[in-house]
């Protein structure tokens, strides 16, 4: 089972993924549930793993790099425990969410894109959850918290990390 250091000091095991290679090989247009299914296993999608990918699959290294850049479900740095997905879209902007963005960086020290020191929470910036009438609105998890306040925003985050 090969091994390769991930840039970051992770050591990751591809042997992981074999058996998800093994069951799409040869199979057209499966490089999608290939990363999604990568991605499951290691957290996120470093550049070695996808070199692996593209080897065993024979797919070229520029189109699977291509597809993890393109699609904004794929994560190629490691994430924190709880990402907090906070829109940008026209309601939640209107309403305040630039509010929410200071609020939520200044509780956690992170800025948009980052992860706490300590792994519990990343912040990104989504343009639309499709929630406006909650307007402005966050994700973290599965679970949607709508009518955010500065106050109310920290105060979720305080309760998922009393946890």
Do not use: W
């Not at 199979?27 to 990568?38: D, F, P, R, V």
């Not at 794929?74 to 990402?83: A, D, N, Y």
């Not at 609020?103 to 989504?126: C, K, P, R, W």
Request: glycine letters at 10%; aromatic letters at 8%; proline letters at 4%.
């Amino acid at each position: 089972m090969p091994c390769a250091s991930c840039g970051d000091g992770r050591k990751l095991d591809f042997g992981l993924i074999d058996s998800v290679l093994f069951e799409y090989k040869g199979i057209e247009g499966s490089l999608i549930t290939i990363l999604q299914k990568a991605q499951e296993i290691y957290g996120y999608l470093p550049v070695d793993l996808l070199q692996y990918i593209s080897s065993e699959t024979g797919i070229k290294p520029a189109k699977v790099m291509g597809v993890v850049s393109f699609y904004t479900q794929f994560r190629s740095k490691p994430v924190g425990k709880h990402v907090i997905a906070l829109c940008q879209g026209t309601a939640c902007h209107v309403l305040g969410s630039a509010m929410i963005e200071k609020a939520i960086s200044d509780y956690l020290g992170i800025q948009e894109g980052e992860t706490t020191a300590d792994n519990m929470f990343t912040l990104i910036n989504v343009a639309c959850l499709g929630c406006c009438s909650l307007a402005p609105a966050m994700m973290i998890g599965s679970e949607t918290y709508g009518n955010l306040t500065p106050e109310s925003a920290r105060g979720i985050l305080k309760e998922i990390s009393s946890r």
